[in-house]
């Protein structure tokens, strides 16, 4: 008998796999796609030689990540590549606000009257990542965190809607690239808990950058796989598990999934009724004939660009989207990798992609919407499209059934399920099955390929099994 069996082989499944083999537990992945990787793959998804990230491509949270800096990934291939600028944040007149590594060239770009407000905001945190990641990266009610003070002060300010925050500055540059980091989360700007995210993202620039990994996405997951067979584990894909009886006798059968798709394979019935899906994306990649022609210069340096000029603008895409409307003028989160990774993309050539907020399971094109956003910011830009692959909110959901209905999140950031997911109970990562555990980002502490939410489901499982001899 197996002591564990982890179905889906996500960056949450495979670094739940990970540390369990390292304890000494037999453990094997079950991975229904062809590859390994759920929301971290790369593929050629429009020309030959041009290798898109069909989901997460930029990893903040994942160079700064405890649960990956614990691992010897670099060993097993992982490089990370920063580009000169993590995030630029255009604006009609040419301008950008940057979030650079440097504080102080961050607070500038946001104009005199904003720097010093900036610099007062960060200033706290700064130097003491390491300790943050840790406390805020898991179930805040799970043990005491290791930073209580550090702990209180960001939470008074990541509890606060990213609308709320942004009232301290008296600029349109300052608040608008807050709204947009707060946009990750893909939720109406004036949530609770909004201005968590784009603090955290903020502090993640400067403290670790937002690089992403040469090759691609791909190379995390390939990372993880490798490092789990040194220790012992196995992985099989392309075996889609119905059933739990499908899959080999095991002590623990640990889930990458998303509840719904857990509460069915495991007969829990309607255990997750009330967990709550959020809004869709849309996302074009595109192979282009040369560089997005910017007119921020400083866009033209970063590896993510934010395309949204105003927070009222961004608050209004995110509200449409999660009301139910399509938004005419969409927000924008692009990035582009081949500026700092040559292996993306021919020689001259390269890989740029975009995303917008759509409603849940919408099914209508957005593609012309998103390049008339672009060409607002880069007059040219459709000149240069060799090719796009473009995928709403179902194309999405088939390529990875963990994204309900487009959902890239796994589940809303609104409300109480900010915090509860997937519901009220002390140890998320349980069920009502004493054998089955959840592990995907449906669980604490959410979205984004950092494996946090499949480290603390392994140590949920350990001490289940230590338990029980």
């Known amino acids: 008998?197996?002591?564990?069996?982890?179905?889906?082989?996500?960056?949450?499944?495979?670094?739940?796999?990970?540390?369990?083999?390292?304890?000494?537990l037999a453990v094997e992945v079950f991975e229904a796609a062809g590859t390994i990787g759920g929301g971290a793959r790369t593929e050629e998804l429009t020309l030959p030689g041009y290798r898109h990230d069909p989901c997460s491509a930029v990893h903040p949270l994942g160079v700064g990540s405890p649960a990956f800096r614990a691992m010897p990934l670099a060993r097993h291939g992982l490089?990370?590549?920063?580009?000169?600028?993590?995030?630029?944040?255009?604006?009609?007149?040419?301008?950008?606000a940057v979030l650079a590594r440097s504080v102080g060239e961050t607070a500038m770009s946001l104009g005199p009257r904003d720097a010093g407000t900036y610099r007062r905001l960060v200033a706290p945190y700064l130097g003491r990542w390491d300790t943050l990641a840790r406390d805020f990266l898991r179930t805040q009610w799970n043990g005491l965190p290791a930073d209580p003070v550090g702990w209180a002060r960001f939470g008074l300010h990541a509890a606060q809607p990213v609308s709320l925050l942004t009232r301290r500055f008296r600029d349109e540059k300052a608040r608008a690239i807050l709204a947009g980091m707060a946009g990750h989360a893909i939720a109406p700007s004036g949530g609770f808990g909004t201005?968590?995210?784009?603090?955290?993202?903020?502090?993640?620039?400067?403290?670790?950058?937002?690089?992403?990994?040469?090759?691609?996405?791909?190379?995390?997951?390939?990372?993880?796989?490798?490092?789990?067979?040194?220790?012992?584990?196995?992985?099989?894909?392309?075996?889609?598990?119905?059933?739990?009886?499908?899959?080999?006798?095991?002590?623990?059968?640990?889930?990458?999934?998303?509840?719904?798709?857990?509460?069915?394979?495991?007969?829990?019935?309607?255990?997750?009724?009330?967990?709550?899906?959020?809004?869709?994306?849309?996302?074009?990649?595109?192979?282009?004939?040369?560089?997005?022609?910017?007119?921020?210069?400083?866009?033209?340096?970063?590896?993510t660009v934010h395309v949204g000029p105003t927070s009222g603008e961004i608050g209004a895409a995110l509200r449409a989207a999660t009301k139910g409307h399509a938004p005419a003028v969409p927000f924008l989160i692009t990035a582009q990798p081949s500026l700092i990774d040559d292996s993306r993309a021919p020689a001259g050539k390269h890989t740029f992609w975009a995303y917008g907020h759509v409603p849940r399971g919408w099914d209508g094109d957005a593609t012309e919407a998103i390049e008339r956003q672009i060409e607002r910011f880069a007059p040219g830009f459709r000149d240069l499209v060799l090719a796009r692959a473009v995928?709403?909110?179902?194309?999405?959901?088939?390529?990875?059934?963990?994204?309900?209905?487009?959902?890239?999140?796994?589940?809303?950031f609104e409300g109480l399920q900010t915090v509860i997911r997937p519901k009220l109970t002390r140890v998320p990562y349980t069920t009502a099955h004493p054998s089955v555990f959840l592990c995907s980002s449906a669980t604490p502490p959410g979205p984004g390929v950092h494996?946090?939410?499949?480290?603390?489901?392994?140590?949920?499982?350990?001490?289940?099994?230590?338990?029980h001899g």
Not at 407 to 412: S, V
Not at 451 to 467: F, I
């Open 195 to 303: 201005a968590g995210p784009a603090l955290l993202f903020a502090l993640a620039g400067h403290a670790v950058g937002w690089p992403v990994p040469r090759g691609g996405s791909q190379a995390i997951s390939d990372a993880l796989g490798s490092y789990l067979r040194e220790q012992g584990g196995a992985i099989h894909v392309g075996v889609e598990v119905k059933r739990l009886d499908e899959l080999p006798p095991a002590r623990a059968y640990v889930f990458d999934t998303s509840p719904t798709a857990l509460a069915r394979i495991a007969g829990l019935g309607d255990a997750y009724r009330r967990f709550r899906y959020g809004a869709g994306v849309f996302k074009v990649d595109y192979a282009l004939d040369g560089p997005v022609p910017w007119t921020a210069q400083e866009a033209r340096r970063a590896g």
């Open 79 to 96: 490089e990370w590549l920063h580009p000169e600028l993590p995030l630029a944040h255009p604006f009609p007149d040419g301008t950008a």
């Open 391 to 412: 995928a709403g909110p179902p194309r999405i959901a088939a390529r990875n059934a963990n994204y309900v209905d487009g959902d890239i999140a796994c589940g809303a």
């Open 451 to 467: 494996g946090m939410s499949g480290h603390h489901a392994a140590h949920a499982v350990w001490r289940r099994l230590r338990g």
């Open 1 to 24: 008998m197996l002591d564990a069996v982890v179905v889906g082989a996500g960056p949450n499944g495979l670094t739940a796999a990970v540390e369990l083999a390292r304890r000494g």
